[in-house]
T-cell receptor, first 114, second 112 residues
Framework: KAGVTQTPRYLIKTRGQQVTLSCSPISGHRSVSWYQQTPGQGLQFLFEYFSETQRNKGNFPGRFSGRQFSNSRSEMNVSTLELGDSALYLC?????????????FGPGTRLLVL | GESVGLHLPTLSVQEGDNSIINCAYSNSASDYFIWYKQESGKGPQFIIDIRSNMDKRQGQRVTVLLNKTVKHLSLQIAATQPGDSAVYFCAEMSNTGNQFYFGTGTSLTVIP
């Protein structure tokens, strides 16, 4: 079974631009969560989608948004990029089963904002 | 809100020794905990989990201990190997949904 895939793997943008990142979950997984990882803050939860609906949201500004498609693939968008948005963006998918709700992470998209 | 923190940011151990990585959490209502391993250039990888109705769970060379009284979680790695060198995160799941809170991580270095 293929793992979680994320595209692109690396991205360089300039301040003020916007960016869209893509995540394909493991087949059969309906939950996709997005995280921002920085050296100082560690992993911070952005939002979670389940069956095309945003189910949970972290404490990030409205510049960060996402969506999920009917095939469970998800995209996140960051508008009006700031230098502080430079980070590794990880998505994780889960089946959300009863016994274990462990998530499987993708390799991440490393975003550099200049 | 919840907060999850690690006691030590870095840990160096000799190959073959046992490693213990600690984690403190603040939300006594959290009922599910996970340890992840993240190697350089990769996303976090699930190692082991434990629910709040247990105080110990063992996997292959790894053991997780949960002390709910002091809200403390630890990961023990037996006979640490060079391949265990990575950053280890603990995470807790809120009892209100599928939302995880992560610690900043402990970097484990195994000395051959």
């Amino acid at each position: 079974k293929a793992g979680v895939t994320q595209t692109p793997r690396y991205l360089i943008k300039t301040r003020g631009q916007q960016v869209t990142l893509s995540c394909s979950p493991i087949s059969g997984h309906r939950s996709v969560s997005w995280y921002q990882q920085t050296p100082g803050q560690g992993l911070q939860f952005l939002f979670e989608y389940f069956s095309e609906t945003q189910r949970n949201k972290g404490n990030f500004p409205g510049r960060f948004s996402g969506r999920q498609f009917s095939n469970s693939r998800s995209e996140m968008n960051v508008s009006t990029l700031e230098l502080g948005d430079s980070a590794l963006y990880l998505c994780a998918s889960s089946f959300v089963g009863q016994v274990s709700t462990s998530q499987y992470f993708g390799p991440g998209t490393r975003l550099l904002v200049l | 809100g919840e907060s999850v923190g690690l006691h030590l940011p870095t840990l160096s151990v000799q190959e073959g020794d046992n490693s213990i990585i600690n984690c403190a959490y603040s939300n006594s209502a959290s009922d599910y905990f996970i340890w992840y391993k993240q190697e350089s250039g990769k996303g976090p990888q699930f190692i082991i989990d434990i629910r709040s109705n247990m105080d110990k769970r063992q996997g292959q060379r790894v053991t997780v201990l949960l002390n709910k009284t002091v809200k403390h979680l630890s990961l023990q790695i037996a006979a640490t190997q060079p391949g265990d060198s990575a950053v280890y995160f603990c995470a807790e799941m809120s009892n209100t949904g599928n939302q995880f809170y992560f610690g900043t991580g402990t970097s484990l270095t195994v000395i051959p």
